[in-house]
């Protein structure tokens, strides 16, 4: 599976940005597909993720009730919407694919991954 992260740029706060990670490959019914980020001197942190049916999203708290994550079966694309961005918002955000885990929230949990958008939220 290969995934490209697409969308980052600049944006003030209040404001929005909506990402797309294209995705190639074999991808069965059941993966899972999630966002990551990571803010300079930080680990990377999760962010959303959404089972590849559909059926299922988990976000982290910080972000709950502002980004949507979603997903277009036939166009295999990855979408994150990002509504009233925050400073604390800023980082690299990083596209990933993987399989075997109910409640995937963990890097380990993925196995394939996509480069990252940077998304930068100013004041």
């Known amino acids: 599976v290969q995934l490209q992260a697409s969308g980052g740029g600049l944006v003030q706060t209040g404001g929005s940005l909506s990402l797309s990670c294209a995705v190639s490959?074999?991808?069965?019914?059941?993966?899972?597909m999630g966002w990551f980020r990571q803010a300079p001197g930080k680990e990377r942190e999760f962010v959303a993720w959404?089972?590849?049916?559909?059926?299922?999203?988990e976000y982290v708290d910080a972000v709950k009730n502002r980004f949507t994550i979603s997903r277009d079966i036939d166009k295999n694309i990855l979408y994150l919407q990002m509504n009233d961005l925050k400073s604390e918002d800023t980082g690299v955000y990083s596209c990933?694919?993987?399989?075997?885990?109910?409640?995937?929230?963990?890097?380990?949990?993925?196995?394939?991954w996509g480069q990252g958008t940077q998304v930068t939220v100013s004041s």
């Open positions: 990933a694919s993987g399989r075997g885990r109910r409640e995937p929230r963990r890097t380990s949990d993925y196995d394939w």
């Open positions: 959404i089972s590849w049916r559909g059926d299922t999203t």
């Open positions: 490959g074999r991808i069965e019914i059941y993966y899972y």
